[in-house]
């Protein structure tokens, strides 16, 4: 990681060089000097960072490498503060120019020796590393075992070892099997990838001694590949498994004589070649040539990799298969296989108290495991040693250690953690600090994917040269997402993913890994509900470093904004609160001192405040924020927040402040600007200096000129507020046309006292490309022509009023796949049935009908909603039933109900309406009265 922050604190230097210059008077020699010597550091890590494991002395150095290019940052931006403060102000400032220039020029003398020094200690490490002969040491391993050697050792696999505690595969061997046997060249790769530890291996063994597969091909190959592969070891290694030649033939062979036989042999005879194991794309392109993948062979090969980028990539007409997670049936099998089974307690079929408490322990510990054989196996070996109840619960109560690292820590990649450790490993430099990131969130937590690309933009962990930096912070989530170290979450009508997710053993990884790299560090005050929250807390814990990123989960009272006591120069550069839900500060006054103490933050998250609190004016000192979010009861928001020039995105949207200064402007820099439902300002807000601008989240015409999104080219989503009928609409919307064109999602909200919803149709017939639309209040009619928006493809509706006959515009959108109908979104008197006629909504997915109290029947119709995969009807309480043409629609593969009891117990196992639903695999009902 060291290569990662030095990499990220030279880019950081360059921008403040080209950018921040005028904040550098006097310095900016010494910073592109030091910028220099950063640079020639870089060539060093990617070694270092590799060999810290074998050498302590390397990874004591490592460690001050971090540690000097993050003082180098924090020095140099602790500066520009003070530039900053002395400068910006206008003619108040220029009055105490003359007073301050004593001061200044003893800070230039100062900062300049701090950059001095500190440029001097990185060329000293620099020098430590070519004295510690680092790439001797990648290049020579004689005398030599790493910790990374090892590892590969430990990770080898052998076809012969079969593993005989096996559960929930039989069904995934059957299809494997039957993709590797059929006639036909379609699938010549087969492809199993997924997370490390989810029994790709284990899985591919089963497959390989299958007695159909053993029976349908004539010889057979497994190779385990290391991440550093060498081709021609490999090659040597299948074609003695596959051919009669005997290996001191194959060693006089030159590379390309093996892979040319190699290549015959599976064209004449057919052959079956597991690859276990492979890490890249480029390895499968070195080893590609000894494969006929583009011949007519009845060869196959079977593949396991974490990567679905190297799936995709060993064969495009391949087939891939992920493994699924163990149930909790199946993961209880294989833990009682391993640690109980054999057992007097089990054989005499007698359920003791004893087994019956071990069985609770165990399945309460299986929890944690989360369905991963690999944690499911760890757990079962340790309990397999245990035999007494109290031994169980020790295990219990240290579950985590157990499985994450092994009993007591005492043996070396004991645990799960390292194998998972692997594919951090194997991150590219650029994406470990955005892993590491998602070790701020709480455990178990769905991670909004807009915010945290929002917080990777704002920490400087996304660069852009051909393409936003949005767009390249939502690939460098693909990436890990494909990488298997995070899991989706939620995927929206396009499968755009929506939120994303740690595996819990995963996350303990991340954490891990933060805390050997210094990256962040979290405080959970979340369950003391009775115990005063106390910052020496903090204090004590962080004391021996310099923590830059803190997350502070809290609970609902909170006496202090930990961390403010005892920090008397904070290092901190990001700080996010969480709590469930919204919670009560205790002190106001509090606001003041967080913003007073923590002048270089480049992101503070400060959610869900219920106490009422006006943001204090030194928020304007914070000049280096890129991320702010304030939620809740901040009821001012000072002239000074126009200081905050390097914002990126300001969310105010939940605030309940109603003035908002016609300071925004300043703000060159934003790209999403979220702010509050209900706001005035006076003189109207200005926005055509935004051009970066991607989010406009609720303005009006009563508070900004409509006509400034004319320069507002970049805008993607944007929020409009209309409180009265708008004069000259066509002609404004004419005159921000090229704007409204770009626009992707839309949100109007409308007053419910409107008398009309002309406006609200014109503002959407103006926004021809949108793929999503929300409409929040009266509405009337829809636009008619559903050629007129081809990409819609998801539309939320509540307060709409909607006349009974604009279902039918609905349903004849040609791509719309989402639908959400909420209250009064039809005219309440007029509507009684709600019809979902015969061939509409064709490619609709995903339908919820919430709160809608104005329908009295559903009616779906034969052929209606044919590729509908989740409905969900919640609180509309005067349905009596389901509709009976649900049982037509056989591609429902969900229903989620939350309805009273007596229409949830007609859903029920020999209920009257079961009929309808019992064709559905997954059906979740929620009943109240």
């Known amino acids: 990681m060291a290569e990662a922050v030095v990499s990220f604190v030279v880019e950081r230097l360059g921008d403040f060089i080209i950018q921040e210059g005028k904040f550098l008077y006097g310095v900016s020699d010494q910073v592109e000097l030091a910028q220099t010597e950063l640079q020639l550091m870089k060539g060093f890590l990617k070694d270092a960072d590799a060999r810290q494991g074998d050498n302590e002395t390397v990874r004591i150095c490592v460690a001050k490498i971090r540690e000097a290019a993050y003082d180098l940052e924090d020095v140099i931006e602790i500066y520009a503060l003070k530039v900053a403060c002395k400068r910006e102000g206008g003619i108040k400032s220029v009055l105490k120019r003359f007073g301050c220039m004593l001061k200044e020029g003893v800070d230039l003398h100062k900062i300049g020796a701090e950059i001095g020094v500190i440029t001097t200690n990185i060329s000293n490490l620099r020098s430590s590393l070519q004295t510690y002969n680092i790439r001797v040491l990648r290049e020579s391993t004689e005398g030599v075992t790493s910790v990374y050697e090892r590892q590969q050792q430990l990770r080898r696999t052998y076809s012969h070892i079969i593993d005989r505690d096996v559960v929930g595969l039989e069904e995934s061997v059957r299809e494997l099997a039957v993709h590797l046997v059929k006639s036909g060249d379609s699938h010549r790769v087969v492809s199993i990838w997924g997370m490390g530890g989810l029994g790709k291996t284990t899985l591919a063994k089963q497959v390989y001694h299958d007695s159909e597969v053993r029976q349908h091909f004539d010889s057979f190959a497994w190779v385990c590949i290391s991440q550093r592969c060498q081709v021609r070891d490999v090659w040597e290694e299948i074609l003695i498994k596959v051919s009669a030649l005997q290996r001191e033939e194959i060693a006089k062979m030159k590379d390309g004589e093996i892979a040319k036989k190699l290549y015959l042999v599976q064209q004449e005879s057919k052959c079956l070649v597991v690859i276990d194991d492979i890490w890249s794309v480029g390895t499968w392109d070195t080893l590609k040539a000894a494969f006929p993948l583009c011949e007519e062979t009845k060869s196959r090969i079977l593949l396991t990799t974490r990567k679905e980028e190297v799936a995709l990539h060993s064969d495009r007409n391949g087939f891939l298969f992920r493994p699924r997670p163990l149930n ?224 502070i989960y809290l609970n609902s009272n909170v006496d202090e904004l930990v961390p403010l006591r005892h920090h008397k120069d904070s290092h901190l550069r990001s700080l996010l609160y969480f709590a469930p839900g919204i919670w009560n500060l205790k002190d106001e006054k509090l606001v003041r001192s967080l ?176 793929y999503k639309l929300v409409l929040n209040g009266r509405t009337v009619e829809l636009p008619n022509d559903r050629h007129d928006f081809p990409n819609l493809t998801k539309i939320t509706l509540v307060h709409c009023d909607l006349k009974d006959n604009q279902m039918a515009v609905l349903e004849k959108l040609p791509n719309l796949k989402t639908l959400c109908l909420m209250e009064e979104t039809f005219e309440y008197k007029n509507t009684k049935t709600l019809v979902f006629s015969s061939g509409g909504f064709p490619h609709l997915e995903c339908l919820s009908l919430i709160c809608i109290r104005e329908a009295e029947d559903l009616k779906v119709e034969e052929g209606a909603m044919p590729s509908l995969c989740r409905l969900y009807i919640d609180r509309c309480r005067k349905l009596k039933t389901i509709p009976d043409g649900l049982r037509y629609v056989t591609s429902l593969k969900k229903l989620t109900v939350a309805m009273p009891r007596s229409f949830v117990s007609r859903l029920q196992v020999g209920g009257e309406d079961y009929y309808k639903i019992q064709h559905v695999p997954s059906v979740v009902l929620t009943s109240y009265d």
């Open 595 to 770: 913003v007073k103490k923590f002048k270089l933050l480049r992101v503070l998250k400060l959610e869900g405040m219920l106490t009422s609190v006006e943001l204090p004016n030194e928020i304007g000192n914070m000049v280096h924020l890129r991320f702010l979010s304030l939620w809740y009861s901040i009821t001012r928001l000072p002239s000074s927040l126009g200081n905050l020039r390097c914002l990126q995105t300001l969310n105010l949207k939940l605030c309940n402040c109603q003035v908002v200064p016609n300071v925004i402007w300043k703000m060159e820099q934003l790209r999403h600007l979220y702010l509050p439902l209900y706001w005035t300002s006076h003189p109207k807000l200005r926005l055509s200096t935004l051009r970066n601008l991607q989010t406009l989240d609720y303005v009006s015409s009563l508070c900004s000129d409509l006509t400034d999104l004319s320069e507002l080219r970049n805008l993607r989503k944007l929020g409009i507020r209309v409180t009265t009928s708008l004069e000259k609409l066509e002609e404004i919307l004419k005159s921000i046309s090229s704007t409204l064109d770009g626009i992707r999602s839309l949100y109007v909200f409308s007053w419910l006292g409107t008398n009309s919803g002309t406006e609200v149709t014109q503002i959407v017939l103006s926004c021809r490309h949108i």
């Open 328 to 551: 909790d049936d199946e993961s209880w099998q294989l833990l009682e296989k391993i640690a109980i089974s054999g057992r007097d307690e089990i054989n005499s079929g007698i359920s003791t108290g004893i087994s019956t408490r071990k069985k609770d322990l165990g399945k309460k510990m299986l929890q944690y495991c989360a369905g991963l054989p690999l944690a499911i196996t760890v757990l079962a070996g340790l309990l397999a040693r245990k035999d007494t109840v109290d031994e169980w619960d020790m295990v219990y109560k240290n579950v985590h250690t157990y499985i994450g690292r092994g009993k007591g820590h005492e043996q070396e990649c004991s645990g799960a953690l390292w194998v998972l450790a692997l594919s951090y490993d194997d991150l590219p430099y650029h994406l470990k600090p955005c892993f590491l990131y998602l070790g701020n969130f709480p455990e178990d937590s769905d991670i909004p994917v807009k915010k945290l690309t929002q917080l990777w933009m704002a920490e400087g962990f996304i660069s852009a040269s051909h393409e936003t930096m949005e767009d390249a912070a939502y690939g460098y989530l693909t990436e890990l997402v494909e990488r298997c170290v995070v899991q989706i979450g939620e995927q929206g009508s396009v499968r755009k993913i929506k939120s994303c997710h740690l595996h819990d053993l995963m996350r303990d990884m991340c954490l891990e890994k933060a805390k050997e790299e210094n990256f962040l560090q979290n405080v959970d005050f979340s369950h003391q509900n009775r115990t005063p929250v106390s910052s020496s807390m903090v204090t004590n814990a962080t004391a021996t470093v310099k923590v830059r990123r803190l997350a």
